[in-house]
């Protein structure tokens, strides 16, 4: 398994459904089923040499919270799912410290989550493992802007959620 640090934190005062534990365990198993896929390992992020740890934090939020992290970072008055921030967005060369990658952080609306899951008809757990995957693969510097890109995260989120 990925030698991995990941922090779980909660916004708002807010209580999660599930246990940090069971999260922070579910994100480690992604991101090790992530690195081992070819076409992700050999992303620009990953395939540096330089670390030994790979490090994010995974914050959760209500929907007010997000919809002002989202309006005020990205002009976008209303909630979203998931946000990230990723730390070599300004400069790819300031990840690494101390043999950690620095991806940087996952903030997910669990209001959204839960409506979410029942709209999909989904379990809370399975929209979470999905929202998880889609923000790690936004720190690893993965997109969705064209229709191109969108399948081709969507298929990694479906590929990995279905082998946990």
């Known amino acids: 398994m990925m030698n991995s640090k990941i922090e779980i934190n909660t916004l708002d005062k807010l209580r999660l459904p599930f246990k940090k534990w069971d999260i922070k365990k579910t994100a480690q198993k992604i991101l090790s089923l992530l ?3 070819p076409q992700i390992s050999s992303c620009k992020t990953l395939s540096r040499q330089d ?3 790979i490090s994010f ?3 959760f939020c209500t ?3 997000i919809r002002e992290i989202n309006r ?3 002009s976008k008055d209303k909630a979203t ?3 990230t921030f990723a730390l070599f967005a ?3 060369n300031s990840i690494i410290q101390n043999d950690t ?3 940087g952080e996952i903030i997910i609306s669990i209001d959204t989550l839960i409506s979410q899951a029942q709209e999909n008809g989904n379990t809370i757990e399975k929209e979470l493992y999905t929202l998880i995957t889609h923000g790690i693969l936004h720190l690893l510097g993965f997109d969705h802007l064209t229709q191109k890109d969108y399948d081709f995260v969507v298929g990694i989120q479906e590929a990995i959620v279905n082998n946990l």
Do not use: P
């Open 51 to 53: 670390f030994q740890i």
């Open 57 to 59: 934090e995974i914050s």
């Open 72 to 74: 005020d970072y990205r």
């Open 35 to 37: 690195v081992l896929m």
């Open 101 to 103: 990658l620095e991806l």
């Open 63 to 65: 929907d007010r919270l």
């Open 90 to 92: 300004d400069d790819e």
């Open 81 to 83: 799912d998931v946000i």
